[in-house]
């Protein structure tokens, strides 16, 4: 029989513990939540008309300066998955 030098043994089972845990973190990961199209759709039907930044926090999507056709302007955070508005702040003008 071969032997396997201790180091080579030891770096495979490295290599496929390094394997075993990054695919079940891949395998949750969800497109829907990370699409920032579907969040502008979801902003839109909100009336907002523009926004200055739109960015990806923690489970949740953060929008900064959004303006509605009425020229008020908000910050507001909308929760991963359902877009449900978790806060809405007004910029004062």
């Known amino acids: 029989m071969i032997e396997v030098s201790r180091i080579v043994r030891l770096a ?4 496929t513990l390094a394997f075993a845990s990054a695919v079940p973190a891949s395998a949750h990961h969800d497109e829907v939540k990370d699409d920032p199209a579907i969040v502008t759709e979801r902003l839109h039907r909100m009336g907002f008309v ?15 300066d959004a303006r509605r056709e009425n020229g008020h302007v908000y910050d507001l955070q909308l929760e991963a998955g359902s877009f449900d508005l978790v806060r809405l702040t007004r910029e004062r003008s």
Request: hydrophobic share 40%; aromatic share 16%.
């Open 12 to 15: 495979c089972v490295a290599t």
């Open 50 to 64: 523009e926004w200055r930044k739109l960015r990806w926090d923690h489970g949740i999507w953060k929008v900064d």
